[in-house]
């Protein structure tokens, strides 16, 4: 007897216990528009909030400069944070956590191209980075960073 699911969301969604971080990673890891707003869905249901940005640029300087900018426009915009410094300080700290796992290892003058998911309940914010790294274009490989905060 074989044990393969066959329906797709029932395997997927298990018993919805995904954790603010899981709920992160897979929404920044959504490659499509479709399989993006699959995963926004079942974030709304599960009463999170989120939000979804995009940067790209050289690992070091400009990447540092932009991911701050792009996470505290998006998370203020997005009505996801207050422009307290409690909320500013996690959302910041998570990102720090996030970031080393996508500049660890990287040369200072690759190319970073990354999708980033914000996702918080009452007490928590996970900050997901997934993307691609490269000094050329074909050597493109992909990078994840995760972090969590309390707020």
């Not at 915009?77 to 959302?91: P, R």
């Not at 980033?116 to 928590?124: G, K, Q």
């Amino acid at each position: 007897m074989s044990n393969i699911c066959t329906d797709k969301k029932k395997c997927f969604l298990l018993e919805m216990d995904w954790t603010i971080g899981t709920a992160a990673m897979l929404l920044a890891m959504t490659r499509t528009i479709k399989a993006e707003e699959d995963v926004k869905t079942l974030l709304r249901d599960q009463k999170l909030k989120y939000v979804v940005t995009e940067i790209g640029g050289k690992t070091r300087g400009e990447f540092q400069d932009k991911v701050t900018r792009s996470l505290i426009g998006a998370c203020l915009n997005g009505g996801l944070i207050s422009k307290t410094a409690k909320q500013v300080h996690a959302l910041l700290h998570a990102a720090e956590e996030a970031k080393k796992g996508i500049v660890v290892n990287v040369s200072s003058s690759a190319s970073l191209a990354l999708k980033i998911a914000i996702v918080r309940d009452e007490n928590w914010i996970a900050v997901a980075m997934f993307g691609d790294s490269a000094l050329h274009p074909i050597t493109n490989h992909e990078r994840a960073g995760l972090g969590v905060m309390h707020l």
